[in-house]
C-alpha cells in the first residue's frame, strides 16, 4: 500500500561519488523505517543502510560504513543515499524498503514487505 521509486542510478568511475533517492507515496512516509538493499547479479539481496521513522537512528552494513550516508526528508517523503568512494565491488541494482512502523532495537534493520524497481548501480572505469 505504499510505493517507492528509486532513482538516480548510473555508471560512475571508481573513487567516485552517486547520490540516490527513493520517493514514497501511498501510505504515511513518517511512519516507515526505510533501507536500502542491493543485489548483484548471483547473489542474494544484501542490506546496505537503514534509517528510523524518525531520523535519529542510522545502520550500515560494514561493507559501506564511512561510505555511504543514509538521510531522509520526511516533508518531501524521501530517503537518499549519499555514496561516496565507490568501488566496483558496489556494482548491484539498488532497492528502497520500507518497514511501517519498523524498530531497529536490536541493532539490526527486518525489511518490509514494500519494494521499489531498484535503480542500477555500475562502478567501473
Known amino acids: 500500500q505504499v510505493q517507492l521509486v528509486e532513482s538516480g542510478g548510473r555508471l560512475v568511475q571508481p573513487g567516485g561519488s552517486l547520490r540516490l533517492s527513493c520517493t514514497a507515496s501511498?501510505?504515511?512516509?513518517?511512519?516507515?523505517?526505510m533501507g536500502w538493499f542491493r543485489q548483484a547479479p548471483d547473489k542474494e539481496r544484501e542490506f546496505v543502510a537503514a534509517i528510523s521513522y524518525g531520523g535519529g537512528r542510522t545502520l550500515y552494513a560494514d561493507s559501506v560504513k564511512g561510505r555511504f550516508t543514509i538521510s531522509r526528508d520526511n516533508a518531501k517523503n524521501t530517503v537518499d543515499l549519499q555514496m561516496n568512494s565507490l568501488k566496483p565491488e558496489d556494482t548491484a541494482v539498488y532497492y528502497c524498503?520500507?518497514?511501517?512502523?519498523?524498530?531497529?532495537?536490536?541493532?539490526?534493520?527486518?525489511?518490509?514487505?514494500?519494494w521499489g524497481q531498484g535503480t542500477q548501480v555500475t562502478v567501473s572505469s
Open positions: 524498503n520500507g518497514n511501517h512502523w519498523g524498530t531497529m532495537s536490536s541493532g539490526r534493520y527486518l525489511p518490509g514487505p514494500d
Open positions: 501511498g501510505r504515511t512516509f513518517s511512519n516507515y523505517a
